[in-house]
């Protein structure tokens, strides 16, 4: 697949129609540090599109593999059903369930995070975005965004999206790779 430029992400998002219910689902995934929060920040800027983080989501250190699910379940699922989805965000300063967060149907919603093209959401989705970036430039840009968070848990987290990508294979599944390194 070849990398592509933000412009044509714009305009490939044009050609997509709703998979979930009448909301246009895009899926922003890839390894930490890559860009994906960037990358979602412009879309929603030049697309008017609602971003649900699931750096909001995770329920702790390790909880990549639980938060698939729980968004198709609890968010996507009621969504496609034209109702109101909801999840509950992770206090991290608290180590623990925060509030819960409403998440109705909009016509244009970007996932960003790890797992957000999980098999499981997949169905839901219009649009999978692999972001990626060289493992020296996305462990610089993690770390100087949550240093004193982040540093302990690079390796625990940088593991289980190893095992998480290798068995969901995202990248190949991706309509497209954007290059930000």
């Given at each position: 697949m070849i990398p592509i430029r933000y412009d044509e992400l714009v305009a490939l998002l044009g050609t997509r129609l709703p998979a979930c219910g009448a909301t246009?689902?895009?899926?922003?995934?890839?390894?930490?540090?890559?860009?994906?929060?960037?990358?979602?920040?412009?879309?929603?800027?030049?697309?008017?599109?609602?971003?649900?983080?699931?750096?909001?989501?995770?329920?702790?250190?390790?909880?990549l593999e639980a938060t698939p699910p729980i968004i198709a379940r609890d968010v996507l699922g009621p969504i496609a059903a034209d109702q109101i989805g909801s999840v509950r965000r992770w206090d991290w300063a608290a180590d623990g369930p925060g509030e819960q967060v409403a998440c109705p149907p909009v016509p244009?919603?970007?996932?960003?995070?790890?797992?957000?093209?999980?098999?499981?959401?997949?169905?839901?989705?219009?649009?999978?975005?692999?972001?990626e970036a060289p493992l020296a430039t996305r462990r610089e840009r993690a770390l100087e965004r949550d240093r004193d968070v982040y540093e302990p848990?690079?390796?625990?987290?940088?593991?289980?999206?190893?095992?998480?990508?290798?068995?969901?294979?995202?990248?190949?599944?991706?309509d497209a790779i954007v290059a930000t390194g």
């Amino acid at each position: 697949m070849i990398p592509i430029r933000y412009d044509e992400l714009v305009a490939l998002l044009g050609t997509r129609l709703p998979a979930c219910g009448a909301t246009t689902v895009v899926a922003i995934d890839g390894p930490s540090g890559a860009g994906k929060t960037a990358l979602a920040t412009g879309l929603a800027v030049a697309t008017g599109a609602a971003i649900l983080h699931l750096e909001d989501v995770y329920p702790g250190w390790h909880g990549l593999e639980a938060t698939p699910p729980i968004i198709a379940r609890d968010v996507l699922g009621p969504i496609a059903a034209d109702q109101i989805g909801s999840v509950r965000r992770w206090d991290w300063a608290a180590d623990g369930p925060g509030e819960q967060v409403a998440c109705p149907p909009v016509p244009l919603l970007l996932v960003d995070g790890v797992g957000s093209g999980a098999r499981i959401l997949r169905p839901f989705v219009s649009l999978l975005l692999w972001v990626e970036a060289p493992l020296a430039t996305r462990r610089e840009r993690a770390l100087e965004r949550d240093r004193d968070v982040y540093e302990p848990w690079w390796d625990v987290w940088a593991e289980q999206e190893r095992r998480h990508f290798s068995r969901e294979r995202t990248r190949a599944a991706a309509d497209a790779i954007v290059a930000t390194g």
